[in-house]
Nanobody, 115 residues
Framework: DEQLVQSGGGSVQVGGSLRLSCAFS????????IGWFRQAPGKEREGVSM????????YLSDSVKGRFTISSDNAKKTVYLQMNSLKPEDTAVYHC????????WGQGTQVTVSS
């Protein structure tokens, strides 16, 4: 069965760094998109970053460009979101996802940035 397990996250002060990990397993397809969404209380869900397994294309939202980096380790079947220079507006629940024939979600992890 398809499964995504997230780790990382937590609380940090403004300007700090965190790294999120998302280990995925059970996917039969080699062509997929994997990435991260986030949702803050009272706000719409926002696509933060994604990476395409086929051509390696990377997307980063304007709100995180220059601060966040997405990377993947295909051998470990894990995708990472390195978050630097964190701001209070980055506070949200972060979900990783894999899109193949369907869309599969991780369990979510809280990131809290305090000033």
């Amino acid at each position: 069965d398809e499964q995504l397990v997230q780790s990382g996250g937590g609380s940090v002060q403004v300007g700090g760094s965190l790294r999120l990990s998302c280990a995925f397993s059970g996917f039969r397809y080699n062509d997929y998109t994997i990435g991260w969404f986030r949702q803050a209380p009272g706000k719409e869900r926002e696509g933060v970053s994604m990476i395409s397994s086929g051509d390696g294309n990377i997307y980063l939202s304007d709100s995180v460009k220059g601060r966040f980096t997405i990377s993947s380790d295909n051998a470990k079947k894990t995708v990472y979101l390195q978050m630097n220079s964190l701001k209070p507006e980055d506070t949200a629940v972060y979900h990783c996802y894999v899109k193949t024939a369907g869309v599969y979600w991780g369990q979510g992890t809280q990131v809290t940035v305090s000033s």
